[in-house]
């Protein structure tokens, strides 16, 4: 729970100043991306102003175009190169926390000096060693981290809502 206040407060506070947040993440986690950044976008639980939230994946053309001049492995670190400015939140998402696009993204993030929260699912992996929050769903089945993600996604939207428009 330490690890979930820490990411409301971040959250809070970059969305006060102005800033951005960026999400990414690949089949499942891709959706899950999408999700939490249209909970933030559009609304959770009240009508407030819409927050600067996306899913990097959200743009087919930019994507399979990256993936087609450079490879896969780049399409997130290149549009962070085109969207991420300092102090901008990435929030990266892999349920093995090995998906080689993903730990690019994260490299690329911190070279801009984004603030970088990541959520995987297995104990052991490189996301939080290049992280400001790594989020562990302590389990190795997919579909139970995925459940996790929205749950705990869900409880971090409707925190930061509540903080800045109650």
Do not use: W
Request: proline residues 2%; glycine residues 6%.
């Amino acid at each position: 729970m330490q690890q979930v206040d820490a990411i409301i407060t971040l959250l809070t506070e970059a969305f006060s100043s102005g800033r951005k947040v960026l999400l990414c993440g690949n089949g499942g986690s891709a959706a899950d991306a999408e999700h939490l950044a249209a909970e933030l976008s559009g609304r959770f639980a009240m009508d407030r102003p819409p927050l600067n939230a996306d899913a990097l994946h959200s743009n087919a053309s930019a994507l399979t175009a990256i993936a087609n001049d450079y490879n896969y492995n780049r399409v997130y670190s290149r549009l962070l190169e085109a969207k991420g400015q300092p102090g901008d939140i990435l929030i990266a998402i892999s349920t093995s926390g090995h998906s080689k696009n993903v730990l690019q993204a994260i490299h690329k993030a911190k070279e801009i000096k984004m603030h970088i929260i990541s959520i995987s699912g297995e104990l052991k992996n490189e996301m939080g060693n290049h992280s400001d929050i790594h989020l562990i769903i302590p389990s190795d089945n997919t579909a139970r981290i995925q459940e996790s993600y929205m749950l705990l996604g869900h409880i971090i939207c409707e925190a930061v809502e509540k903080n800045l428009f109650s």
